[in-house]
């Protein structure tokens, strides 16, 4: 079945770097994506990996991709005040044309200066 | 850049009244969604369409219905609004085939 999870809230430094972890649970799975929602706001395509690769960068983010274990995680680097929001892990199954996005339940950044 | 419209982002309204929310796109994509947002739940697929008058049921499609009759335009429609309904809406559309999906802004309904 399709089930994606994440913790639901992390603080960290102004400075230090950031780890949001996310779970899957359906090896079938080809694109996972991070998406980011500051307050008030819609969702942000932050990033997304195919899941033949083991790690994406980009900029301040590091995208790691462990698919033995369905595990997978954003690493924002430098982490900055305007980082806060809430960031969500989603997958996307087999092929891409008719499916939708699943999402896991968002994990609540806080950035303290 | 592409867009996602949607047109009302804070909306009250009362117990039993027929509620639209309008989304329009204007990239010509062929898949669209309709996502409920509620804290602690994360984003909940309601209803997609991959093809205008298309449409297929999500996770949670009970008290919810959608319109599809131009590509552009998406429209989820509560027939008889409940205070259980009171969430964040989030619209979203594709083009077929393609690995990114955008979002609108987001329509806050509240149901009192």
């Known amino acids: 079945g399709e089930d994606v999870e994440q913790s639901l809230f992390l603080s960290v430094r102004e400075g230090d770097s950031s780890v949001i972890n996310c779970t899957y649970t359906?090896?079938?799975?080809?694109?996972l994506y991070w998406y980011k929602q500051e307050p008030g706001a819609g969702l942000q395509l932050l990033t997304y990996i195919f899941s033949n690769m083991d790690m994406k960068q980009d900029q301040r983010l590091t995208v790691l991709l462990n698919k033995k274990d369905k595990h997978l995680s954003l690493r924002i680097a430098d982490t900055q005040t305007g980082d806060s929001a809430i960031y969500f892990c989603a997958e996307i199954l087999g092929d891409t044309g008719r499916r939708a996005l699943t999402f896991g339940s968002g994990t609540r950044l806080q950035v303290q200066p | 850049d592409v867009k996602v419209t949607q047109s009302s982002r804070y909306l009250v309204k009362r117990t039993g009244e027929k509620v639209f929310l309008e989304c329009v796109q204007d990239m010509d994509h062929e898949n669209m969604f309709w996502y409920r947002q509620d804290p602690g739940l994360g984003l909940r697929l309601i209803y997609f369409?991959?093809?205008?008058?298309?449409?297929e049921k999500g996770d949670i499609p009970e008290g919810y219905s959608v319109s599809r009759e131009k590509k552009e335009r998406f429209s989820l429609i509560l027939e008889s609004a409940s205070t259980n309904q009171t969430s964040m809406y989030l619209c979203?559309?594709?083009?077929?085939?393609?690995?990114?999906?955008?979002f609108g802004e987001g329509s806050w309904l509240t149901v009192v």
């Open positions: 979203a559309s594709r083009e077929i085939g393609g690995n990114t999906i955008y």
């Open positions: 359906d090896s079938s799975s080809t694109y």
């Open positions: 369409s991959y093809d205008v008058k298309m449409k």
